[in-house]
């Protein structure tokens, strides 16, 4: 078997690790179980580009329960777990391409070496995987019948492909399912990027100015997470409604170049590019701390901080300080890229669950339908969504009322008023 990671010699500490993940991970258990009597992807070949945890590790082996073949390689250089890429290698031989802190050609040797394996379906997060196969690896569409995304930004990046007619098999927008996106990227990115900002830097988030650029799911989760750590929070915004929306959680809105004064952290999830510019880091207070949650670190224009920077060090693991031209100091972590992953351990198993249950149900879906699926982009079927919901609600042991025969007719009907 091949397979590229840090050191098969971590497995113990991996093993152990993606059994108490796969313990808050109830709905994807029982979809393992189904798929272990039902094997629904049997001999299917799958290529996941994906971070590299506990909780990815679980998806693969629930993926190979049905079945199927899985690969993985890493997302993003930072994210991978180094102890779970060895788990998987050793204990449940599943091929894994991924080394923490990989250069940027070895991430993209990785995404090869998944498709030499001929992939019929890809599971992407952030569309690397996809760009990359309709660019330098075009000779492999013919063998692909789909893929899902997990990610806003893959997602963006996709619809992008679909418009300009460039998109060259479906793929199913996991991270549009309502499962999806109010509950991980919601509750996951706002605990998960406390959490890497907490271990990067050991500071206190209590009556601290903390900005927030962004204010979609991932920003609603990270500026409620900050304000219940007792920060005074700062929202930037550029789309009106979500600002609004902002200001009436309770929230200051204003451009970024004014909160730039004001911030002891800053964080990015917006999706886009150059949302932290030179001029905003040249006006930051001594001590700012800086970091991105988004997909990518292209959030932080991080080529034009070099250049207004005097001096830098690691000051701690994941943090650079930034010794500016004009006298200041600002702290850079995790190079900017997803501090949630690079610093800590990315989102809670029990949100994965849920988006990891849609991916499950996702890839069974395309396997079963793909010859009637056009080359788009597609949403997740209502009917999955509601499946992973009621499953969860299910293994949280929550019971929920059921419509009456006559509170189902009003809904129905529009005779009856006052
Ligand atoms: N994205 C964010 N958190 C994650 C996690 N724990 N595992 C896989 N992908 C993630």
Same mark, same amino acid.
């Given at each position: 078997?091949?397979?590229?990671?840090?050191?098969?010699?971590?497995?113990?500490?991996?093993?152990?690790?993606?059994?108490?993940?796969?313990?808050?991970?109830?709905?994807?258990?029982?979809?393992?179980? #189904?798929?272990?009597?039902?094997?629904?992807?049997?001999?299917?070949?799958?290529?996941?580009?994906?971070?590299? =945890?506990?909780?990815? *590790?679980?998806?693969?082996?629930?993926?190979?329960?049905?079945?199927?073949?899985?690969?993985?390689?890493?997302?993003?250089?930072?994210? =991978?777990?180094?102890?779970?890429?060895?788990?998987?290698?050793?204990?449940?031989?599943?091929?894994?391409? &991924?080394?923490?802190?990989?250069?940027?050609?070895?991430?993209?040797?990785?995404?090869?070496?998944?498709?030499?394996?001929?992939?019929?379906? =890809?599971?992407?997060?952030?569309?690397?995987?996809? %760009?990359?196969?309709?660019?330098?690896?075009?000779?492999?569409?013919?063998?692909?019948?789909?893929?899902?995304?997990?990610?806003?930004?893959?997602?963006?990046?996709?619809?992008?492909?679909?418009?300009?007619?460039?998109?060259?098999?479906?793929?199913?927008?996991?991270?549009? *399912?309502? =499962?999806?996106? @109010?509950?991980? $990227?919601?509750?996951?990115?706002?605990?998960?990027?406390?959490?890497?900002?907490?271990?990067?830097?050991?500071?206190?988030?209590?009556?601290?100015?903390?900005?927030?650029?962004?204010?979609?799911?991932?920003?609603?989760? /990270? &500026?409620?997470?900050?304000?219940?750590?007792? *920060?005074?929070?700062?929202?930037?915004?550029?789309?009106?409604?979500?600002? /609004?929306?902002?200001?009436?959680?309770?929230?200051?809105?204003?451009?970024?170049?004014?909160?730039?004064?004001?911030?002891?952290?800053?964080?990015?999830?917006?999706?886009?590019?150059?949302?932290?510019?030179?001029?905003?880091?040249?006006?930051?207070?001594?001590?700012?701390?800086?970091?991105? %949650?988004?997909? @990518?670190?292209?959030?932080?224009?991080?080529?034009? /901080?070099?250049?207004?920077?005097?001096?830098? #060090?690691?000051?701690?693991?994941?943090?650079?300080?930034?010794?500016?031209?004009?006298?200041?100091?600002?702290?850079?972590?995790?190079?900017?890229?997803?501090?949630?992953?690079?610093?800590?351990?990315?989102?809670?198993?029990?949100?994965?669950?849920?988006?990891?249950?849609?991916?499950?149900?996702?890839?069974?879906?395309?396997?079963?339908?793909?010859?009637? @699926?056009? $080359?788009?982009?597609?949403?997740?079927?209502? #009917?999955?969504?509601?499946?992973?919901? #009621?499953?969860?609600?299910?293994?949280?042991?929550?019971?929920?009322?059921?419509?009456?025969?006559?509170?189902?007719?009003?809904?129905?009907?529009?005779?009856?008023?006052?």
């Amino acid at each position: 078997m091949k397979y590229d990671i840090k050191d098969p010699g971590l497995k113990e500490k991996g093993v152990l690790k993606t059994e108490w993940a796969n313990m808050a991970m109830p709905v994807l258990n029982s979809i393992k179980k #189904r798929f272990e009597k039902e094997r629904p992807l049997d001999g299917l070949t799958l290529a996941a580009c994906l971070h590299v =945890t506990t909780e990815t *590790a679980s998806l693969a082996i629930t993926l190979n329960a049905g079945g199927a073949k899985v690969l993985l390689c890493a997302s993003n250089p930072l994210s =991978t777990q180094d102890e779970v890429a060895a788990a998987l290698v050793t204990e449940y031989e599943i091929p894994v391409f &991924a080394i923490k802190g990989e250069d940027d050609d070895t991430y993209y040797d990785h995404i090869n070496a998944v498709i030499d394996e001929k992939p019929q379906i =890809t599971l992407d997060d952030g569309a690397d995987l996809v %760009s990359i196969l309709h660019s330098k690896r075009q000779e492999n569409l013919p063998n692909i019948i789909g893929g899902t995304e997990e990610t806003t930004t893959g997602v963006i990046r996709l619809n992008s492909m679909a418009n300009a007619g460039v998109l060259k098999y479906p793929i199913v927008a996991v991270n549009d *399912a309502s =499962t999806k996106h @109010f509950f991980d $990227n919601r509750y996951g990115t706002g605990q998960s990027t406390i959490d890497g900002v907490v271990r990067a830097t050991n500071r206190l988030i209590a009556g601290s100015v903390f900005v927030v650029c962004g204010y979609g799911w991932c920003g609603k989760g /990270l &500026a409620m997470r900050a304000s219940g750590m007792g *920060a005074n929070v700062i929202v930037t915004e550029v789309d009106p409604l979500m600002a /609004l929306e902002a200001v009436m959680d309770g929230f200051r809105v204003m451009p970024i170049l004014e909160a730039a004064e004001l911030g002891d952290f800053f964080v990015t999830v917006t999706g886009d590019i150059h949302v932290i510019n030179v001029e905003c880091f040249d006006k930051m207070k001594e001590g700012a701390v800086v970091a991105n %949650s988004g997909h @990518f670190n292209v959030e932080l224009d991080l080529d034009g /901080l070099e250049n207004i920077t005097k001096s830098k #060090r690691e000051i701690r693991d994941y943090v650079v300080e930034h010794s500016l031209k004009n006298g200041k100091r600002i702290y850079i972590l995790g190079e900017g890229r997803l501090i949630n992953l690079a610093s800590a351990e990315g989102h809670p198993s029990a949100v994965m669950d849920m988006s990891f249950a849609n991916q499950a149900l996702c890839v069974e879906y395309i396997m079963k339908n793909h010859e009637d @699926f056009d $080359n788009k982009v597609f949403p997740v079927p209502k #009917r999955i969504d509601n499946e992973s919901a #009621r499953l969860k609600l299910e293994s949280m042991g929550i019971i929920i009322d059921k419509l009456t025969k006559e509170q189902r007719k009003y809904l129905e009907s529009w005779e009856m008023g006052t």
